[in-house]
Structures are given as structure tokens and as C-alpha cells.
């Protein structure tokens, strides 16, 4: 099945600098969720991308898929302690499955 | 409901004893999945039911683990002579089509003495 590898693992930041979470893989992919999980809660979705080279942006979150689409980014400006989290992106995990394979997910710290 | 809900959202178990967690997915969401995620760590996939299909059953760790979907709702996960290596956070997620993604429940903290 589908594996993507996320980088970094793990991100400090102080309150107010930019953040980036990368999500690469090997095969072209046909689609890409992101999800956010809290400290002690359970992963939300955040959002789809399916097209080659989108771009979505929420607030301040801007999410983009590669030309390639074989991979995705998750850029985070100006961020806040709100945002603290694990930010994992997700692949289905065969053609037309609706089954997903997360990334191991990159943990974000905000220093305030 | 409004979400999904799953239930115990907290369970203490001794070794070899067994257990059953609930899942109550959104209604009308034909999707139903379970994971699991170790401290810490990733969600790792266990099973998935899409409507009256056969579930996908190849995430499932051992022979240990069997779970079910009546009436094409609520799910029962059970994980019979429990080890300690089983301790985990189980999520239950459901989905009305893939394009709008996973709705997941608070999950079931499984501690395993």
C-alpha cells in the first residue's frame, strides 16, 4: 500500500514565526488529506487536495499539493498557541480504497 | 448523533482478560474504521467496514482481535486475552465518502495491567 514519510517529526517555534510540515512519497498519489490532533484529543480533518499543484488556504493555514503530485505541504504563518498539536497528512492506501495511511505526524510546540 | 461516539472512554484491564469497545459512527456514514495509536505515536489502521461489503480485516495484529458492525451501525471492537503490549488509545472514525474525510471519536484509552 501507499507510504508517505512527514517531516519533521518534531518543531518548536516561537508564538508569531512561520511553520512548515512537509509529506512525501514515493508514487504518485491521487489524493491528500491533512488532519490536526490536539494534546489529548483525536484527529480533525482539515482538508482534501486532489489536483496537481493546489493550493487551499484556511485562515492561516495554507495547504499545497505537488506538480507531481507526489507531494504536500502545510504552512502555518504567524502561528499561536492554538495551533499546538500533531498535524498528521493521510493517503489512501491502494487505488480506490477508502482506506487511509497516516503519516507518523509532526508535533508542534509554540514557545508563547 | 452529532459525532462519534465511543464508549469506555477510559478502560483498565488485567492481562488475559478480554474486552470490548464501542463505537457508535455518525449517522448515515456508510464508512466505519478503527485505529489505534500508542503513546505518542501514529494511528495504526485495524479494520474497516464500507456498508454490507466484507470488512478489510488486514490491519488487524493477531487473532487476538475481532470486530463487527450490526445493522450496518454501531461497531464492537474486541481484543480477547488481553496483553500488555494491547495498551493503546482505540479510535473509531466513520466517513460519509472519502472526499470528506474522517470524523473521529474520542477514542477508548485501553490500559492493560
Known amino acids: 500500500g501507499q507510504q508517505v514519510m512527514q517531516i519533521p517529526q518534531y518543531q518548536h517555534v516561537q508564538e508569531g514565526e512561520d511553520f512548515t510540515t512537509y509529506c512525501n512519497s514515493s508514487t504518485t498519489l491521487s489524493n491528500i488529506q491533512w488532519y490536526k490532533q490536539r494534546p489529548g484529543g483525536h484527529p480533525v480533518f482539515l482538508i482534501q487536495?486532489?489536483?496537481?499543484?493546489e493550493v487551499k488556504k484556511q485562515k492561516r493555514l495554507t495547504f499545497q499539493f505537488g506538480e507531481a503530485k507526489k507531494n504536500s505541504s502545510l504552512h502555518i504563518t504567524a502561528t499561536q498557541t492554538t495551533d499546538v498539536g500533531t498535524y498528521f497528512c493521510a493517503v489512501q492506501s491502494g487505488a480506490g480504497s477508502y482506506q487511509l495511511t497516516f503519516g507518523k505526524g509532526t508535533k508542534l510546540s509554540v514557545i508563547p | 448523533g452529532a459525532g462519534v461516539s465511543q464508549s469506555p472512554s477510559n478502560k483498565v484491564t488485567e492481562k488475559g482478560k478480554d474486552v470490548e469497545l464501542r463505537c457508535d459512527p455518525i449517522s448515515g456514514h456508510t464508512a466505519l474504521y478503527w485505529y489505534r495509536q500508542s503513546l505518542g505515536q501514529g494511528l495504526e489502521f485495524l479494520i474497516y467496514?464500507?456498508?454490507?461489503?466484507?470488512?478489510?480485516k488486514s490491519g488487524l495484529p493477531s487473532d487476538r482481535f475481532s470486530a463487527e458492525r450490526t445493522g450496518g451501525s454501531v461497531s464492537t471492537l474486541t481484543i480477547q486475552r488481553t496483553q500488555q503490549e494491547d495498551s493503546a488509545v482505540y479510535l473509531c472514525a466513520s466517513s460519509r465518502g472519502l472526499v470528506y474525510g474522517y470524523t473521529f471519536g474520542s477514542g477508548t484509552r485501553l490500559t492493560v495491567v
Open positions: 467496514f464500507q456498508g454490507n461489503s466484507a470488512p478489510d
Open positions: 487536495l486532489v489536483k496537481s499543484g
